[in-house]
């Protein structure tokens, strides 16, 4: 923001910026001062939120609230309350130990008979499939036959079903009949609840979420010191030349940036795949044999590649800023004082880049994390990120209260993240080109 | 059908206000038609796309725009058809019509009341001789919310160029065998049909492939066999890759839809042929979702008649779904290629098949599917 | 030393960028240089590709629609984006960094995160698989870089310009017009530009949110990576590239026109 020149008063204020206490001034219309100078900030105050409002309501409406929705949808467990009222009622009351009484049968019956013939037994039947396999089959069998049965219920359940014998099954229902679960954030970190109600880790073979967002962080961390040290000579290059020839360099750093995000991306499947340009150069002047070719992308490689150029531009711009503001006579001074250019660059130089680096790394690495679309495109299976399984339990699992889950995680991780990059360099003095 | 067509359409079933001029339009069109016909209307069509939609284009859209003056509108969306489903209905703005759906998605749609139940005998034809659709049918092939249109399998096919004339590969076990069929393999990324394949490969007889499955020995089982390739295998997502990664020779092997690889034989002369040993075959059919019944139904009993499934046949190598019109099913449209040999039901192909489990995969999808990812990402 | 490293990697960040462009002219369906390309032959090259390009619907009506898309959320966040930075840079604005802060965020939350959510939340207002869900969406997503430019052109905006003229007898609005927007005007155009590009270039919200009517070009290419990878993607990336250097060039032509016009304003 702006500064020292004129205190930015309204117009009649303005004549005495001093506003000294203690002699009672008046404006011309016999207004104390003060008064007026109040109801001018007052006034002013409104006419910028005025001028703000449209924007905050449109972003709270079109952003903030979806954001808002996401989250609730992580804990949000409306299907067995709904679609099983009367068992959720009667299991209140169940202890947990052993199986519960008749009553919680035919409440059961009851419940089952009705969602068939409401034809929405399958919301909570898919519901508690997620937690336990085999449930939606248990629970649309036993419903074909609930609209016949007779007490005693338990009898006629168990006989549909042995199953129902199963208490295990019983507190699976009690459990997700709260209408908050936390079960997705636990199937988001591979953990889930025992029949007994505990958090245990789910077997091996089922856990993936928790060393993918381990992947996601290193791959992404390791992608942001590629970009710093890529980014640190050539930011030292444009801010030392002279503006003409460091303009015309600049663009080739521009360019790439303004690129679009499908375009880098595919130029890099032409250049690295088996048959692409750079396979074909290699076996051309005859380093790789034809049968040797190198499997460069569709895998991490492609990944970090693909990504350290598309994010390049974003560490560059930062340091660039910042080395900008570096007079060169400090180099100067510590190189006429006696340092060797290596002391002079650490002990000179370096430090006062710091900023910079800071900057573009927390910049690199919050939009590394978040990337979907390259990962996806070029990293096979090896160099997918957390992201890809977002949009996995968003369109093929279908699981949408684990995918708000996962995203809430990463969301929170962004969130610090941006915080410290607010706290050290200001959401506002973000340098774009 | 153009997609210029589709253009505009959707473009004004967008906008809430018809202006009054193309309202005009309509008035004038439908008057000028015979006296009786129902005001023609826009009828959003979801389905898979590529060769399949192509098929459905020539055999019941295209006759039945001509017949009704109704504009059919292709979406190729039926990958994610019941999250699409699930969201319309959710926001209660219900966009699609008529859906191209798995048996297995129509279960899990029908229990959550996302479509509608479909009575045979009011809403589909009866065969020419007579006999109602309830029978006409496939055995078991109608379900509640369900009408079945083809008969499909999941193959594995294969490049002939890949392999010497005198060793080219004819059972699944050839799939799963590096050393004598060497090269890479393209599957599809989910559980379903790998597994399958993996414990026929592995010596479980067809038949007893679901029974295994249900079991934690059979699972482990199935992946221990899959891990024997898994270093060869390209994981395909869209159903047009595998025919792509064939032709371009990325792989020697792919699994895939029989009709595509029919298409690719046939309409692009590509050399490739079909391993028929242990196909994976299930139905593929509409569905209506719910609130559309009134608007679909003519188009729903004209599509389903049996001259219809008989005509798609001409065009992609799937079996129709009704006794009637199996007998009807000649030669290609274009090439004049006698279809039954391509057909997954034709006999020499049918020998070892395997019909797809939809109970046991909407009990296990949720779960298996997460240890097949678990076990992608070893 | 220095110099051969530097050059290595302004080679990285625009090597790629030009293979693309001789590739688009492949004769052949390949993604690679083919031996007559390579030998300079006319025959090896062709314009096959962009006349599949110009000639298919598809692709058509996706640049139809990315520019409908495009320009509607750009004027949206551009109005709402400018209007806001001048309340912004008031310094009078309470919360002042907290309402920046929130202004921003659509530019630092992951995209598959805004896009679920918005997937989630539209779906309920029945806006998936409209233009008018796209395009808020979109305005959305351009409004950080317009909020961000033009403060940061009103940050060294001179406000003694302003009480002058209100001192010599000019109304308010003529302030505004004859003042303050020709001033902030290349802010204002540099971050529409800027919101252009961002919807122009979105994939992962239109893919979770847009019907098939609404398919974008970036939609129409990650189809076309995804299902069968045709020399057609490299001649419309060829297109995408003439269009960011025709963008850049607009840009440091505005850049340059400021700095004239900074220049002749007191500091």
Known sequence: MSDSSAPATSGSAAHDPTGAPGAALTTADGVPLKQSLNRAIRRSRIKALLLVAPLLVFIGLAFVMPIFDMLSRSVDNPEVSTYLPRTSEVLVDWDGEGLPEEAAYAALAQDLAAGLKARNLGRVASRLNYEKSGMRSLFMKSARRAGRMEAPYKAALIKADEDWEDPDIWRLIKRESSPLTASYYLAAVDRQFSPTGEIVEKPEYLQIHVSLFIRTFWMSAAITGLCLLLAYPVAWLLATLPASRGNLLMILVLLPFWTSLLVRTTTWIAILQQQGVLNDMLVGVGILAEEARIQMIYNKTGTIIAMTHILLPFMILPLYSVMKTIPPSYMHAARSLGAGPITAFRRVYFPQTLPGIGAGSILVFILSIGYYITPALVGGQSGRFITNFIAYHMQTSLNWGLAAAIGSILLVVVILFYLVYNRLIGVDKVKLG | ?378 | MFCVLCTLIFLFLIGPILVIIPLSFNAEPYFTFSEKMLSLDPEGYSLRWYQEFFTSDEWMRSIKNSIIVAVCATVLATVLGTLAALGLSSRFMPFRNTIMAILISPMIVPLIISAAAMFFFFSKLGLTQTYLGVILAHTALGIPFVVITVTATLSGFDHSLTRAAHSLGASPSRTFFRIILPLVTPGVVSGALFAFITSFDEVVVVLFIAGPAQTTIPIQMWSGIREEISPTILAVATLLVMVSILLLTTLELIRRRNERLRGLTPS
């Open chain 2, 1 to 378: 059908m153009s997609v210029i067509n589709q253009f505009t359409a959707s473009f004004t079933t967008s906008r809430p206000g018809m202006p009054l001029r193309s309202l005009l339009a309509v008035a004038v069109a439908a008057a000028g038609m015979s006296a009786g016909a129902a005001q023609a209307e826009t009828l959003n069509i979801v389905s898979w796309g590529g060769a399949y939609t192509d098929s459905q284009n020539k055999a019941y859209h295209e006759p039945w725009e001509e017949k009704s003056g109704d504009t059919v509108v292709n979406i190729d969306k039926s990958s994610n058809a019941l999250s699409g489903l699930r969201a319309q209905v959710q926001a209660g703005n219900v966009t699609w019509d008529l859906v191209d759906m798995l048996p297995s998605d129509a279960l899990i749609a029908c229990s959550e009341g996302l479509i509608e139940p479909l009575d045979p005998d009011t809403l589909f034809a009866a065969a020419p001789d007579g006999t109602p659709a309830s029978e006409d049918f496939i055995e078991n092939s109608l379900s509640e919310c369900f009408v079945p249109q083809i008969v499909y399998s999941n193959i594995v096919a294969f490049n002939t160029e890949m392999f010497p004339e005198d060793k080219q590969p004819d059972s699944i076990d050839d799939v799963f065998n590096l050393e004598e069929f060497p090269g890479k393999r393209a599957l599809q990324k989910k559980p379903i049909n790998n597994m399958e394949w993996a414990l026929v490969a592995d010596g479980v007889a067809p038949e007893d492939v679901y029974e295994m499955l249900d079991s934690e020995e059979g699972i482990e089982r199935a992946f221990a066999k899959l891990d024997t390739i898994k270093d060869s295998v390209i994981w395909w997502e869209e159903g047009a890759q595998p025919p792509q990664l064939l032709a371009d020779k990325e792989v020697a092997f792919a699994s895939a839809y029989n009709g595509r690889i029919f298409d690719a034989e046939v309409n692009e002369k590509q050399p490739f042929s079909i391993v028929w040993d242990a196909q994976v075959f299930e139905l593929d059919g509409w569905v209506v979702p719910t609130g559309k019944l009134d608007k679909v139904k003519d188009y729903l009993m004209f599509a389903t008649d049996t001259q219809r499934l008989a005509d798609q046949a001409k065009y992609i190598s799937y079996g129709p779904a009704r006794t009637s019109s199996a007998a009807l099913v000649s030669t290609h449209a274009d090439t004049g290629i006698d279809m039954k040999p391509h057909m997954p039901t034709y006999g020499p192909n049918f020998e070892t098949a395997i019909p797809k489990d939809d109970e046991f995969w909407a009990d296990n999808l949720d779960e298996l599917s997460q240890r097949f990812n678990a076990w992608l990402a070893r």
